[in-house]
């Protein structure tokens, strides 16, 4: 579930990002993308929180370590892609 979510909160950043350079408004593509990024985090906890409900510690020990570097760079990522046309809009 979280690769999905993952997936629309990219295509939501991208419409973001279209629709500034295009001069549309673009904030709610902004929520979205926020959103489904915060989301993705969350569904992906719950996939952890599972595993450690029914003691799958090779599951935690396989995936967690990769999990947790890929997850911070991407938000930040993601925070960052979304507020860009913030940031430029104040610069003008």
């Known amino acids: 579930m ?7 909160a ?3 950043t991208v419409l973001n990002l279209y629709l500034y350079k295009v ?3 673009y904030k709610l593509a902004m929520a979205m993308g926020l959103s489904f990024t915060a989301l993705s985090l969350v ?3 719950s996939m952890i929180s599972g595993w450690v409900k029914v003691k ?6 396989d995936v967690v370590p990769t ?5 911070w ?6 925070i960052l892609l979304n507020i860009i046309p913030i940031l ?5």
């Open 73 to 78: 760079g991407l938000t930040i990522v993601s």
């Open 23 to 25: 001069g549309k408004d």
């Open 2 to 8: 979280f690769l999905v979510l993952g997936t629309i």
């Open 10 to 12: 990219i295509v939501a």
């Open 88 to 92: 430029l809009e104040q610069k003008k």
């Open 56 to 61: 799958d510690w090779a599951a935690l020990l």
């Open 43 to 45: 569904a992906g906890y």
């Open 67 to 71: 999990m947790t570097t890929v997850l």
